[in-house]
């Protein structure tokens, strides 16, 4: 996962010609009074999201079909092993995992990319909600977080060897459950009935924030399902193919869709090049749940993609 490939290789292709393309851009522009500059300001760009197929209008371009417990799911015929499940995650789940994904997810002994800075962390959320500048700053930071083995961004390897927090037990029987839902549309090569995954990879983006092409190919068990549940914003999602020649697909994926990919569709290069604004959040709270008011607002303008996953 987000292996750095060489630039000069990545500048032509079609996957980072598609990440140039829906990336946010900016315009300088100028106000003139009299003929004299007076200042300037910078304008987004529009970004023409016509051909982006979306999670929640799925008629054409997708391949649907029913889970065993009657939910609807979506296939593409050219990525066998991508399963698309819409708003598979109901209001009430989704607020509970932003809720523990911005709290007790990322505390110690999980690692985040503030810990090689700043050490373990703790009651991050806790004191930003209290106004601390600087733990707000951290907050808003706040990238990635491990839960199962470390990470090692270095070497490219899970660490077993390191403390963490191990894979909650929650998320583990989340997925379990989702992939047991599709288990019939997978490959026959995937072997999802044993599946019992241990680790879990949270990113947290602010709008602007990017997740680079990249193919997840550091587990043991290259073709076991990887279960991905996303909260809060919606983003452009692009699939691509098992070289970054190959032109992906973009797919809006909104807050409470969950993606599995298994089987020929784990060797696919994918990535996030935009956050998309305020999506009337689903993970919205009543007004009168208060304690999930403040997660709700957080959510507003973040979103959450947490990714289980099987390492050894
Ligand atoms: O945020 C997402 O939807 C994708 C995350 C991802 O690709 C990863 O964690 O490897």
Redesign the pocket.
């Known amino acids: 996962?987000y292996q750095n490939d060489e630039v000069s290789k990545e500048v032509r292709s079609a996957f980072r010609e598609a990440e140039k393309r829906y990336q946010q851009h900016w315009q300088q522009s100028f106000r003139y009074r009299k003929g004299r500059r007076q200042g300037s300001k910078l304008l987004a760009v529009p970004t023409d999201l016509s051909d982006v197929r979306d999670s929640r209008s799925p008629a054409q371009n997708f391949t649907k079909s029913i889970t065993a417990d009657g939910r609807p799911f979506l296939t593409l015929p050219s990525h066998p092993g991508f399963i698309l499940l819409p708003e598979a995650l109901g209001k009430s789940k989704q607020r509970e995992l932003a809720k523990l994904a911005l709290t007790q997810y990322p505390e110690p002994p999980a690692n985040t990319n503030h810990t090689r800075q700043f050490g373990k962390l703790t009651g991050l959320w806790d004191a930003a909600q209290k106004g601390g500048p600087s733990a707000q700053k951290l907050l808003q930071k706040l990238r990635w977080c491990t839960l199962g083995p470390q990470f090692n961004w270095t070497e490219r390897v899970y660490d077993w060897h390191a403390p963490y927090r191990p894979l909650p037990m929650e998320l583990r029987d989340l997925a379990i459950s989702l992939c047991a839902s599709v288990s019939g549309s997978l490959p026959e090569t995937v072997a999802a009935s044993d599946w019992d995954p241990d680790v879990a990879?949270i990113?947290y983006y602010r709008s602007g924030d990017t997740?680079g092409g990249?193919k997840?190919d550091v587990e043991q068990d290259q073709a076991a399902p990887i279960v991905?549940l996303?909260l809060g914003c919606s983003?452009i999602?692009l699939l691509g193919g098992q070289t970054k020649e190959e032109q992906p697909i973009a797919i809006r994926?909104h807050g409470g869709d969950v993606?599995i990919m298994a089987g020929p569709a784990r060797m696919c290069y994918?990535?996030?090049p935009r956050v998309l604004g305020d999506d009337a959040s689903s993970s919205d709270a009543n007004p009168e749940d208060a304690e999930y008011v403040a997660f709700a607002e957080h959510v507003r303008s973040t979103r959450i993609?947490i990714?289980i996953r099987k390492a050894g």
Do not use: R
């Open positions: 996962m990879l990113n997740l990249h997840d991905a996303s983003a999602f994926l993606v994918h990535g996030v993609n990714s």
